[in-house]
Each structure stands twice: as C-alpha cells, then as structure tokens.
C-alpha cells in the first residue's frame, strides 16, 4: 500500500500522516502488547521518515528496553510502537487509522501466547516469537 495513510488518538490530540508505503499487518499477542492494549496488538509498518504526526506534544512514550510504546498523554490511546532495534520504523496501531482498507493480514506473531478468547486466523502464518514478518 503507498497512498498516504492517517490516523489518530479517540480525543484528536494526536493525529499523523505516512507518506509511505505500509507493510502488511501483523497481529502480536505477546505478554507487553496484550498489557499495553488490553488485548492482541494489530499493526503494520512504515518507515519512520514517512511520518508527519500532528501534537506531538501530547505523545508520550513507555519503553520497555526491546520496544516503546506511544500513546496520547490526555487519552490513553495507543498509536504506535517501535522496536529497539528498529528504531527507523512506526508500527501503526491498526485501531487508530483512519481507514485500514488494503491493509492484509500476514502473520500472527506468539501465536502460542495467544488468549483463549482470540480465534487465531488460520489461512496466516503463525509464529512462536516474532521472528518472521514484517
């Protein structure tokens, strides 16, 4: 997907635009992602350098050492998380953009740390870790 891609936080505060192209979606139900976000992780990368963000003084970040996590400071929404060894990439919340349609499902990643409630795709890979995808 190349067109530009926007999103924001629920209150607005935070909003952006990626200018480039996203990749496909990958679903995380790893222990930090399900706690962060009260469930499963959904999101889809883009280099860093695409992104213009909008009240960027209502972001705040939680890092983890391995990723962070950022959110709006006034309503807690999760817009993005970046891994430590990819500091070059956004991933997008998939539940912050504004229209998620082109945007395909690749792969589940600690498929095995999935909750029950969660029926796992079964026509995309799964993995134990997240060492394949995106």
């Known amino acids: ?9 629920l209150c607005g505060d ?6 480039g192209p996203i ?4 679903h995380c139900h790893c222990e ?11 999101a889809a990368r ?3 350098s695409t992104m213009t963000i909008q009240g960027e003084e209502h972001l705040r970040w939680h890092d983890l050492g391995f990723s ?3 959110f709006c400071a006034n309503c807690g929404s999760h817009l993005f998380w970046v ?12 539940g912050c953009v504004d229209d998620a349609a082109g945007m395909d499902l690749a792969g589940v990643w600690f498929a095995d740390d999935s909750q029950n409630h969660n029926v796992l795709p079964a026509d995309v890979p799964h993995f134990s870790g997240n060492d394949a995808g995106a």
């Not at 997907?1 to 936080?9: I, P, R, S």
């Not at 990749?23 to 990958?26: F, I, P, R, S």
């Open 23 to 26: 990749a496909d979606v990958l």
């Open 68 to 70: 962070q996590y950022g």
């Open 46 to 48: 883009t280099a860093r």
């Open 32 to 42: 930090p992602c399900r706690r962060a976000t009260g469930n499963f992780v959904a």
């Open 83 to 94: 891994a430590a060894d990819r500091p070059d990439l956004y991933s997008l919340q998939l």
């Open 14 to 19: 935070v909003s952006y635009r990626a200018d």
């Open 1 to 9: 997907m190349t067109t530009a891609t926007t999103g924001h936080c």
